[in-house]
């Protein structure tokens, strides 16, 4: 059963226009941010370690949702199916 559930997790296709969408509103808070955080703070270097730390954080959940999208595949963290059938 939870086979078949992951199967249609990497069937179903993840809708084009909202992922380019998220890339170009990652880009632009990229580019904006640095700004915005350089009116906040009196140092450049606590500028740099927010914006660093919020870009990291962005841009890690987006290629965290990215490995979900297939979950089948051949990197480390991609689901063994054929372990999986082999123990159904």
Do not use: R
């Not at 890339?23 to 906040?40: N, S």
């Not at 954080?57 to 979900?68: G, R």
Request: charged fraction near 10%; glycine fraction near 2%; charge should be negative.
């Amino acid at each position: 059963v939870q086979f078949h559930e992951a199967v249609k997790i990497s069937t179903i296709p993840f809708p084009f226009p909202y992922a380019q969408s998220c890339e170009c509103l990652l880009v632009v808070h990229w580019l904006l941010v640095a700004f915005v955080v350089a009116q906040w703070t009196t140092q450049p270097w606590w500028g740099f370690i927010f914006t660093l730390i919020q870009v990291f954080i962005l841009w890690s959940l987006n290629a965290i949702a990215v490995e979900i999208e297939n979950p089948f595949g051949q990197d480390a963290n991609d689901i063994d199916a054929y372990k999986m059938q082999f123990e159904m």
